[in-house]
């Protein structure tokens, strides 16, 4: 049995060895932690693009995001020798991530910007984006009009609550679970469930998808 | 909603959220509520939507920029020793003399050591792959920031690395692409530094700071050698198999000799010297190596903001596209935070060619000079300005922005072009042949040597 268990632990070693066998979030937190650079590589390699796009999905800018998706990195780097939570890389990374595109947005709300945001409409003005997205792809133009969809979408996101962002964008952007999300917001899956349905309420609102009763 | 089925049951209900029995409960109401049956239609189209919204790229130069940052950081965060700590508070003084004692020698002998230690270049960033063949273990190891670099070691780059290398107060370095680059000779123990490089094959990027006066730096290609005294250049080096060197050069002059003839190379020139053959005369750099060689202007650590237009006849048409604008600037800043984060709009708008975007940031740019005034960057500003103006298709304002840098800079060292792009939109935009041969004038009469004023002397 112990030389079944020496076998197992030689192979994955040896697998590792190989980059046959990639190791959990936890481990290469773990190694990173005890100084490794290459572990630390590719946690960021892994991460960076999902955090760009969660920052810049909450703050609409998508310079700044880059921004402060590189300190949320530089933190993360910093900060490893705290990380002692077993399975939560990931949502420490987001919740850093979070923490600093709150703060970047709390900031800039300090100071009076010219916004060169319109007014929320479709292209056409009378046209509801309920039809722009149920006529998607039938057009000849469906790229523009993708990218229409997506730019309407995002103005909507950026009128929404943070709470009511960052659940929107973990769960039906970023397609994480009630549980992860939970585990990146700090609150119970319940909470996830009932917030997320707020602001599918709100940004359905905000965007008029909804015929109200 | 008025019904028994609310708006958070709908949404629990897309995400298979619920038990089967209040799943039935909703599926049974949907059947005979519309406004539900709609409601739930246009959730899930939102739903769907926002899941197919697009996963936007890093930029490219991301990773670049993050090691930088955080290289940055760590230095700064380094932990500081502090004397008390040496004190030793409880041991007997007798012991603490002689630990004194033993320590002063070691620190006078260590800081010497430290002092040339410090001096050796030191490997800054390593974007992708490379290794590095250390001459005192000697080994291959993986090449990775901060490693100190001595004579005889040896990079070697796959392709699309990039490579940082500082020297302190000399020069910045960066190795492209795929490269077998070694340090045949440094000697880093007096003011003046001597480092040969041998190019077996790669790109090599050089910027030396102005405390590089003094020191020298040679370079060894199979098929010439060069002597580079304080100046900005490139030099890309083809595989063993051709050996062939192409050098261009950004600021200052290089001395380029192969089978016994030198050629010297000045800035916005580039030579090429074929294996076996005599370097070329010295020609001007095309728009793709001109293009190559701007990256010079992300090395090092000169404070400064570059209007980046070339010396050859064409600037004028650079300017207008408009030219890319870089800042560069060392601790403490001098160049607002502002200003910064405006230029970073610019770029990417010119970038995407998005012109809403560009009239925004215009406007930002305009307020941003008049609330911090600097005589340096101004007539740079100003100059962009109008370049921007005539981009975006105002054509009057653009020639007002030259004008002015004409008028106000008569002596900064683009004015000649400013005055030559007023002539050329005066013609050829604003169809104003009175306006225009008027600027030619005025340009003849203030600029007459000036690389700008050569085609209307001919």
């Not at chain 1, 530089?74 to 991530?97: L, M, P, Q």
């Not at chain 2, 007002?400 to 008569?410: A, K, M, N, T």
């Not at chain 2, 683009?414 to 306006?435: F, G, H, M």
Request: glycine share 4%.
């Amino acid at each position: 049995m112990e030389f079944l268990t020496l076998f197992c632990v030689l192979l994955i070693g040896s697998l590792k060895a190989k980059g046959l066998f990639s190791s959990s979030d936890d481990e290469l937190a773990l190694e990173a932690k005890n100084g490794s650079r290459a572990a630390f590589d590719k946690l960021y390699d892994k991460y960076k693009r999902p955090i760009i796009n969660y920052i810049y999905r909450y703050i609409g800018d998508l310079s700044h995001a880059e921004e402060l998706a590189q300190e949320a990195f530089i933190r993360v780097y910093t900060n490893i020798d705290r990380y002692i939570e077993k399975g939560k890389f990931s949502s420490w990374v987001y919740t850093i991530a979070g923490n600093l595109a709150k703060n970047f947005l709390r900031d800039k709300s300090r100071f009076t910007e010219i916004s060169i945001d319109k007014e929320i409409q479709g292209p056409e003005g009378e046209v509801s984006l309920l039809d722009l997205i149920a006529d998607k792809g039938r057009t000849p133009q469906e790229e523009t009009q993708k990218e229409e969809i997506d730019k309407i979408i995002q103005q909507g996101i950026n009128k929404l609550k943070p709470k009511h962002k960052e659940v929107i964008i973990l769960c039906d952007i970023q397609g994480l679970s009630y549980e992860e999300a939970a585990k990146v917001l700090k609150c119970p899956s319940a909470t996830v469930g009932s917030r997320l349905s707020r602001a599918r309420e709100y940004l359905a609102g905000i965007l008029k998808v909804l015929n109200k009763k | 909603m008025t019904c028994k089925v609310n708006f958070k049951d709908l949404s629990r209900y897309i995400d298979g959220a619920q038990d089967m029995r209040q799943k039935e409960r909703i599926e049974s109401h949907l059947k005979i509520c519309p406004d539900c049956a709609k409601a739930l239609e246009g959730l899930s189209l939102l739903k769907q939507s926002l899941s197919e919204m697009p996963v936007v790229k890093e930029s490219q130069d991301f990773d670049f920029a993050f090691n930088q940052k955080l290289n940055e950081r760590l230095q700064k965060e380094a932990p500081v020793w502090q004397i008390k700590d040496i004190f030793m508070p409880r041991v007997p003084i007798l012991v603490r003399v002689a630990a004194l004692l033993i320590l002063s020698i070691s620190v006078t002998l260590g800081s010497y050591n430290y002092y040339i230690y410090n001096q050796l270049p030191f490997v800054e960033t390593v974007s992708g792959n490379a290794r590095l063949y250390k001459a005192d273990s000697p080994n291959w190891i993986a090449l990775a920031p901060n490693a100190r670099l001595k004579e005889n070691d040896r990079i070697e780059s796959a392709q699309g690395t990039i490579i940082n290398i500082i020297s302190r107060g000399k020069y910045a370095a960066r190795i492209k692409e795929a490269s077998d680059i070694k340090i045949a000779k440094l000697d880093a123990r007096h003011k003046n530094h001597f480092t040969e490089f041998d190019i077996k094959y790669g790109k090599l990027l050089v910027n030396t700071k102005e405390t590089f006066k003094g020191s020298t730096m040679a370079l060894k290609s199979p098929s010439c050698q060069a002597k580079v005294v304080g100046t900005a250049f490139a030099i890309d080096v083809d595989k063993p198999s051709s050996g062939n060197t192409w050098l261009g050069v950004l600021e200052g002059r290089v001395r380029v000799t192969s089978q016994g003839e030198d050629v010297y190379v000045d800035a916005g020139q580039k030579t090429e010297v074929k294996f076996g053959n005599v370097p070329d005369m010295p020609t001007l750099l095309s728009d793709d190596e001109w293009n190559f060689i701007q990256e010079l202007y992300q090395l090092g650590e000169k404070p400064q903001v570059v209007l980046l237009v070339s010396t050859g006849e064409t600037r004028v048409d650079e300017l207008l596209k408009p030219a890319p604008l870089y800042i560069l600037d060392a601790s403490p800043r001098t160049i607002p935070r502002e200003l910064e984060a405006i230029i970073n709009i610019i770029n990417k708008a010119i970038e995407r060619n998005d012109i809403e975007t560009h009239k925004f940031a215009i406007e930002r740019f305009q307020a941003l000079i008049q609330k911090h005034p600097n005589p340096k960057y101004n007539p740079q500003f100003i100059m962009f300005i109008g370049s921007y103006y005539y981009y975006i298709g105002d054509y009057e304002k653009a020639v007002e922005s030259f004008d002015r840098v004409v008028s106000e800079y008569p002596d900064y060292v683009l004015s000649s072009l400013a005055q030559r792009a007023v002539a050329e939109i005066c013609k050829n935009n604003l169809k104003d042949k009175n306006r225009a041969d008027e600027a030619v004038k005025k340009l003849l009469q203030k600029y007459p040597d000036s690389v700008d004023s050569k085609k209307f002397m001919e």
